[in-house]
C-alpha cells in the first residue's frame, strides 16, 4: 500500500502521475524553502530559534496526528523498533530545526539554507563508517568539492568575507548533520510503521526537546503578539504541508528526480532572504554556493544512475 497516495492507479496514466508526484516533492522543497525565510523574519524579530522551532515542529505535529487519523491502518505504533528509530529521527528533526535557525539569526537564510543542503554528505560519512556505503573515488572527490564550497560560502579563507560568523557557519553544519540523522532514523523506523505515525513520534519529540531547552516566556507569548500569523504560517508551510507534499510525491517519483527537484530549497531560501530580506551574497560566496548544491545533487543522484546503469 502506498501511503496517502494522490491518484488511484488506472485513472490516470503512469506518466501523469509521475509528472504530478515530482511536482509535489517540488512544492514541499518550495515550501521548506519558504521557511527558512519566515523564519528569517522571526529571529530577526528577536524570537528565540527554539522557540521558532517549536511552533514549526507544534504545528507540524498536529497536522501529521489529523492524517494518522485519518490513515490509521498499519500505523506500527505497537513496534519498538519503530519508536526507538522515530524517536532518533525526532531528535535529528529538532536540532535540524532549531541549528538551521540559528545559523540564520547569525549569518542569513542562504548560507544556512545551502549548509544544510551537505546533509547526504554526512550521510554518506555515517554510512563509510557503518560500512553500510563503498567508499568510492566519486564519493571522495565530491566531498572534497563540498568542503571546498563551504569554505567559500562561510569565508573562512578570509576574516570579514560575506560577514559569515563562525556560530552561523557551525550551526549551519550541525543543521545539515541533524537532518542526517533524520534521515537515519526515518529510514530504519519507515519498515516497521507507516510515514505518518513516524512523524508523529518525531514531532512530538521535537516538541518536548524544544519546551525543555527553549525560551517558555516566549513559547507561551506567541498566541497574543503581533507575529502569530508569521508562526501559524511557519508551521503550516515549514512542516505540515510540506511534509505531506513530500512523503505522498515519493511514492511515485525516483530517487534520483527527487535529489534534482529539493535544489528548489536552497534555492527558493536564498532568493527570499536576498529579495525579501536585503541578504548580500559576494561572488566567491556564490561560487561556493553553486558548488556545493551541484556536486551534493550529482552525489545524490549517482546511487540511482549507477543502479540503472548495472540494469
Known sequence: MRWGSPVRPGLISPETTARLSTALVALAALCWGLSGGIGGILTAQGWDPLVVSFYRGAIG??????????????SGLASRQLWFWSLLAGVGIAGNFAFYFLSIAEGSVAVAATLMYCAPVFVYLVSFALKLEKPT?????????????????TGTYEAGVGEVTPLAAAAGILSGISYAIFIFGFKYAAPHGSPQAILVIAFAALVFISIWLGDTDQIVAVPSCP????????????????????IVGLNYTAPAVASVVAMVEPV???????VILSESLVALQILGMGLILVTVTLLSVYPSARRAAVK
Open 61 to 74: 505535529l498536529l497536522f501529521v496526528l489529523v492524517w494518522l487519523a485519518l490513515r490509521p491502518q498499519r
Open 137 to 153: 573515488p566519486f564519493k571522495w572527490i565530491s566531498m572534497v568539492m563540498v568542503l571546498i564550497g563551504v569554505v567559500l560560502l
Open 227 to 246: 507575529s502569530w500569523p508569521l508562526f501559524a504560517a511557519l508551521g503550516v508551510i515549514g512542516a505540515g504541508l510540506s511534509f505531506l507534499f513530500y
Open 268 to 274: 527558493t531560501a536564498s532568493l527570499f532572504g536576498v
